[in-house]
């Protein structure tokens, strides 16, 4: 993983240094998956014209909108051709002015506000250690406290350590420039006075949307990706198909770490939240609905909503999956790491 910086096609990113970002951020996409192709025209029939693969920051021109595919028919204009949005994570690079201190016992939820930042790790045998994989754009953690990180060439700031709920027994760090404290709005609760009885979140597998209702009225709606029908396990394990049936909301964790953990081959024992991932830590406002682990939950690696991505999740825009976390039961407590209680209830069904 390079650590100094990046150049690709003209732009710069350094993961530490804010001087050395000098171009016009405001659209900037991340490739969030192996490799994507450029296409000389915006349509999967044209020809290559190059490849862009994971993690490399591509800057955005233009936009189009064509025919196909109906369900997300935008293609990004970049330099070479054109990249269909859906396997993109557009980003910013917006440092942060870092907290001077915290107190003992104190945590704060903070998103990730740079393309990606690489955690580090201190162990007294080998030292300060970078991890894999970055902490993404957009995605939420729990920071517990201002403490000194890595001796860097090109970043002598103060770094955040990170609270992971998946590896508490463990600590890491990063920049504290790089994350941003969520303000408080972001926590707070949304028509808390309707009875339990009057919410319910229906979500149609076939068309790929969600419904919110209060009263038997929708007060929400938008387009999903579910999980992607099949069972690569072979019986084995559970079925990347997200389940049809009734349900509740079992728990509301704000910042969750799935797949496997950062420092080992544990497992959260919850459904994987991407097709081609394996460890994701600060998956944004996850509301499970299943003992197994299927959730609501943000999404900072694709924009390919109106179509199964998932293993099995209900992947959402994150701000519209901090919309559910706000508005479904139980009421979830600023500061608590996980909700749990009698949740609204969910329908699922083609």
């Known amino acids: 993983m390079k650590l100094s910086g990046l150049t690709l096609g003209g732009l710069a990113f350094s993961p530490f240094l804010p001087g050395l970002t000098d171009f016009d951020d405001s659209f900037v996409v991340r490739i969030a998956t192996a490799q994507m192709p450029v296409r000389k025209e915006p349509t999967d029939e044209s020809r290559i014209e190059m490849t862009w693969y994971r993690d490399e920051l591509v800057h955005v021109y233009g936009e189009v909108t064509v025919d196909e595919p109906k369900h997300n028919p935008v293609w990004y204009r970049v330099w070479g051709g054109y990249l269909h949005r859906g396997r993109l994570h557009r980003v910013k690079t917006i440092y942060q002015t870092p907290l001077s201190s915290m107190s003992e016992g104190v945590k704060y939820l903070a998103d990730v506000s740079v393309p990606f930042t690489t955690p580090y790790r201190f162990s007294k045998t080998y030292g300060w250690q970078p991890m894999a994989p970055p902490l993404y754009y957009g995605s939420v953690h729990w920071v517990d406290a201002v403490e000194e990180g890595p001796e860097m060439a090109d970043y002598k700031g103060p770094w ?80 990347t198909t997200t389940p049809a049936g009734k349900f509740t ?102």
């Not at 949307?209 to 929400?220: D, H, I, K, N, T």
């Not at 999956?321 to 608590?336: E, I």
């Open 160 to 239: 955040y350590r990170i609270f992971d709920e998946l590896d508490s027994n463990v600590s890491y760090h990063v920049p504290a420039i790089h994350l941003r404290i969520l303000p408080p709005e972001l926590m707070d609760l949304i028509s808390p006075e309707v009875p339990y009885e009057e919410k319910l979140i229906e979500v149609n597998l076939s068309s790929q949307r969600l419904f919110a209702y209060e009263y038997g009225s929708v007060v929400f709606e938008t387009n999903i990706s579910s999980g992607v029908p099949g069972d690569p396990t072979g019986g084995e394990g559970i079925p």
């Open 249 to 350: 909301i079992v728990d509301k964790v704000p910042a969750k770490h799935m797949g496997f953990s950062f420092f080992g081959s544990q497992t959260t024992g919850n459904i994987l939240a991407d097709v081609d991932n394996y460890v994701l830590p600060g998956v944004p406002w996850t509301s499970f609905f299943t003992p197994q682990g299927h959730a609501f939950h943000g999404t900072y690696w694709h924009e390919n909503f109106g179509a199964p991505m998932s293993h099995g999740c209900i992947n959402m825009r994150t701000e519209e999956a901090n919309w559910l976390f706000r508005w479904a039961k139980p009421n979830h407590t600023p500061d608590a790491v996980a909700t749990r209680g009698l949740g609204t209830k969910v329908e699922v069904h083609y």
